[in-house]
């Protein structure tokens, strides 16, 4: 198979034995790589009903056919396995520069199966693989197992691991890689945590075969070209981050503020805006593997309380611990994002997580007895303070390594978490931006921004503008958004690379890689496959319609100020349209015509 190394690892972590598996072509044709076949493989293997941290569950490592190729920003990696902060699907990707060096050293994937007895960590180099004791590193953060672990083996290895976090089954906690890349959401740490496997290090010499290299290059230089003369990619990325968006979401009044309850207009945004992380902060821009975007920011804090140093943060990262918890003190938010690299925690839940608490705190249904300390809106230090009590379960901190849903549904108050199927939304809101609504409402894996991305027709105007505070429309670019990132996430590379090249670029991208002959139409076909398969594991884990759904604040309470005065999210309009457009029952059932076009 071109683009496939054709093998895949299975580490039994209970017995301690590897074995080679050859991938099925034809699996690989339909599923493509990433997302798609690692659900399949997933749902083929893991009984419906198997706990999450079950040694029955399993833990699933996979690259795709362009990981590691020339394609721009061919460094993508997924996770999959079953999400502990939603009970969905949890799929979990990164970049950086893992992925392609698995495949160097002979793998497209590996299937983490079992417990171990005593921590280990894995050790793939050149076609060979080995489980190692890893008792020493157990309890040490990110970083310093990732220094220890190249130590132990190649300083050209590549690391991923969990942190304490991950460990103390933080339900967000995070699978890192090259110590600042996060496979950030759904709490897939946790998952390797409770199998003993603290890291996975590989190196590898070898090389990928693609089956039509000159047509490969043309295409892989022209998605190259256009990438570069594109003002987003070509320039305000890397110039600023995702960051960038900060004064951009702002402006378009849908940048919601503590706990989304005061409106989505932030006076003070752009202190914390990418523009004043460039002025103060950034040391310089940083790209993942084959990349020329370079959102990275590799930021320091020379002095000050906050003193510290590391990467980062992202737009929604610096939105959820910053105005969602009334809080603007950029070099806070900074310390707080490195702690969440050093200890393997996803930020966004983890501020959407305090914004919570602080608004039951306000409303008296929270004591500051209880909290052990003063986490209230506008507290910088407390931020500081709680991150690390958390990832160790500390104190209150042990309440709030739960999540915004479990922590306010336990003190009477659900409706405060501002989640879909409890993983926290973010930075974009709803209200606002009604496409954006209806995209964290249908999500496969809860809140989330990156299973569609309607921000980029509604703000960006990429392909093309539309009216964010309109619902016309929103259904059928929703679907078609969907699938078209089921697709990328599958084939290994980078979403971002949608702001600039469309299906046309990466089929061609794909079609030269492996050889396959399809049409851009059945390509977009998988993508639709890939989501519904999703859909029917969902499905399975007693996840309905009324799940489709979001936090109640967003559906009857109406922004106070900016664009979207007056504005609620209109989700019951678009949600009808969607499920047709999707060929699923007004229920939102996949129907069983639909399941048999594709193949399902
Ligand atoms: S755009 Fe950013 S996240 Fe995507 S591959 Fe490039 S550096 Fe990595």
Redesign the pocket.
């Known amino acids: 198979m071109y683009g496939f190394l054709g093998k895949i690892l299975r580490v039994n972590l209970t017995s301690g034995t590897i074995a080679e598996e050859a991938l099925s072509e034809s699996l690989v044709k339909k599923y493509l790589g990433g997302r798609g076949l690692g659900t399949k493989i997933y749902m083929d293997e893991v009984a419906k009903d198997t706990d999450v941290y079950s040694p029955d569950n399993k833990l699933i490592l996979l690259t795709g056919p362009l990981t590691g190729t020339l394609a721009t920003?061919a460094?993508?990696l997924m996770w999959i396995t079953k999400a502990p902060l939603t009970g969905t699907i949890g799929c979990a990707n990164s970049?950086?520069e893992f992925g392609p060096e698995l495949k160097y050293a002979g793998f497209d994937g590996i299937i983490f199966e079992g417990k171990a007895e005593k921590p280990v960590y894995l050790y793939v180099n050149d076609g060979k693989a080995e489980l190692r004791p890893a008792d020493d590193l157990w309890g040490k953060t990110v970083y310093e197992t990732t220094d220890a672990v190249v130590a132990a083996t190649d300083p050209d290895a590549k690391v991923c691991c969990i942190g304490p976090a991950g460990e103390n089954r933080v339900l967000y906690a995070a699978i890192m890689n090259e110590k600042h890349?996060a496979a950030g959401r759904g709490g897939i740490g946790a998952v390797m945590g409770s199998k003993n496997l603290k890291a996975v290090a590989t190196r590898g010499t070898g090389g990928i075969k693609v089956a039509d290299p000159k047509g490969f290059l043309e295409a892989c230089t022209n998605a190259r070209d256009i990438l570069k003369a594109n003002p987003v990619?070509g320039t305000g990325?890397g110039a600023y981050g995702t960051e960038i968006l900060v004064n951009i979401i702002n402006s378009s009044g849908g940048m919601p503020k503590n706990n989304w309850r005061d409106g989505a207009v932030d006076p003070d945004a752009d202190e914390i805006s990418g523009e004043t992380l460039a002025d103060k902060y950034l040391v310089r821009k940083?790209?993942?593997?084959a990349?020329s975007?370079?959102?990275?920011r590799v930021t320091k804090i020379k002095d000050g309380p906050y003193k510290s140093a590391g990467e980062g943060p992202e737009y929604e990262a610096a939105w959820a611990l910053g105005s969602s918890c009334g809080i603007h003190d950029l070099a806070a938010i900074c310390k707080v994002n490195f702690l969440c690299n050093e200890y393997g925690m996803d930020p966004i839940t983890l501020g959407s997580t305090f914004a919570c608490a602080m608004e039951l705190f306000d409303k008296g249904l929270l004591t500051l007895e209880e909290m052990g300390g003063n986490l209230v809106f506008g507290n910088t230090d407390s931020i500081v303070e709680f991150a690390l009590k958390t990832a160790k379960r500390e104190g209150f901190g042990d309440k709030l390594a739960e999540g915004s849903y479990r922590l306010a549904e336990s003190h009477g108050a659900p409706e405060l978490s501002m989640s879909v199927k409890k993983q926290e939304m973010p930075a974009y809101d709803g209200r606002s931006l009604q496409g954006m609504g209806l995209e964290y409402a249908t999500s496969n894996r809860g809140g989330c921004h990156v299973r569609g991305y309607l921000t980029s027709p509604e703000i960006l105007g990429i392909p093309v503008k539309l009216d964010p505070l309109v619902t016309e429309g929103k259904a059928a670019i929703l679907k078609t958004f969907q699938d078209l990132t089921a697709v990328v996430d599958s084939i290994g590379i980078?979403?971002?690379?949608t702001f600039g090249i469309g299906l046309p670029e990466i089929a061609n991208m794909l079609r030269t890689c492996t050889g396959w002959d399809f049409t851009d139409e059945e390509l977009l076909a998988a993508g639709d496959r890939i989501w519904n398969l999703e859909k029917i594991y969902n499905m399975g884990q007693g996840f309905t319609k009324k799940d489709d759904t979001l936090p109640p604040r967003l559906l009857r309470e109406p922004l106070p100020e900016g664009p979207a005065k007056g504005k609620v999210c209109e989700l019951d309009v678009m949600l009808n349209e969607y499920y047709q457009l999707r060929g699923w029952s007004d229920q939102g059932v996949p129907t069983k015509e639909k399941l048999s076009e594709l193949g399902l």
């Open positions: 920003s460094g993508r970049g950086g890349r990619t990325l940083k790209g993942c593997f990349c975007m370079a959102c990275g980078c979403l971002f690379t």
